[in-house]
């Protein structure tokens, strides 16, 4: 199912960053500080989808979600710009109760995306910067500083569906914990040492996997919802500064 567009009044969510905060990180390069990855804001909305067929007539009738726009910022508190490649693979966790989270497997739970390491640049990066020419492929984070735009992450989760092949909790009237893991793809070691002499004056190369603080999102017992619009939002938008 495709992003969806509510007309509706959007509510924000709780970002716990207290007791429940949660923070993790693989390190590639031990010498190297790591980002953290702190979800700033979550916008929620509730929409009706349905399951997509040939046959309307005998389709399951539509079922309540809950999407969560998130704004993931990524922090860099060390001395030197960290050199990160965007490509990433996503999990979701959830709980209905504070402790360990369960992984929330997203559309069908059949397929768990691989990312290889990355052996080489691709054509539109540039072999003299990581971000010139503009690409969606590397993104700097300065020391000190935050990674610009952040990341916007698209959540949709299933409020009250009974699915044959899968259960799903019923969400209403109870406060749902969320948090993002991402696994960002690594690159092979010669790629590595090549890009840390090349771009040393950007930055130092960096991959690893970032876990955000954990999203309370209190679900209403009956939550005004509208059917679901498609519409594509980019994980990575440009930088609205470029478009001047």
Same mark, same amino acid.
Request: net charge positive; glycine share 8%; hydrophobic share 40%.
């Given at each position: 199912m495709l992003p969806a567009k509510f007309p509706l009044a959007r509510l924000s969510a709780l970002i716990c960053i207290g007791s429940c905060f949660s923070q993790a990180a693989t390190l590639r390069n031990p010498a190297i500080a790591s980002p953290s990855a702190i979800a700033t804001s979550a916008d929620v909305n509730y929409c009706f989808a349905r399951v997509r067929g040939l046959d309307p007539e005998r389709l399951p009738p539509a079922y309540l979600v809950l999407r969560l726009n998130v704004k993931v910022s990524y922090r860099n508190s060390g001395a030197r710009p960290i050199i990160l490649p965007l490509e990433r693979k996503r999990t979701i966790y959830t709980a209905l109760k504070p402790g360990s989270m369960n992984v929330f497997k997203e559309g069908l739970g059949l397929l768990d995306p691989v990312l290889n390491p990355m052996k080489e640049l691709p054509a539109n990066v540039g072999p003299d910067s990581p971000v010139t020419p503009q690409n969606d492929v590397?993104?700097?984070?300065?020391?000190?500083? @935050?990674?610009?735009?952040?990341? %916007? @992450? @698209?959540?949709?989760?299933?409020?009250?569906?009974?699915?044959?092949?899968?259960?799903?909790?019923? %969400?209403?009237?109870?406060?749902?914990?969320?948090?993002?893991?991402?696994?960002?793809?690594?690159?092979?070691?010669?790629?590595?040492?090549?890009?840390?002499?090349?771009?040393?004056?950007?930055?130092?190369?960096?991959?690893?996997t970032l876990t955000t603080n954990t999203i309370l999102v209190d679900v209403p017992a009956a939550p005004d919802a509208a059917p679901c619009k498609d519409v594509a939002t980019p994980a990575h938008p440009a930088n609205p500064d470029d478009r001047k």
């Open positions: 590397f993104a700097v984070i300065p020391a000190g500083g @935050e990674m610009t735009p952040p990341l %916007l @992450e @698209e959540l949709i989760l299933p409020v009250n569906r009974k699915g044959l092949f899968r259960r799903y909790p019923d %969400l209403r009237g109870h406060r749902v914990y969320v948090k993002l893991r991402f696994v960002h793809r690594e690159l092979s070691p010669v790629l590595q040492a090549n890009l840390s002499d090349r771009w040393s004056r950007f930055g130092i190369p960096w991959t690893g």
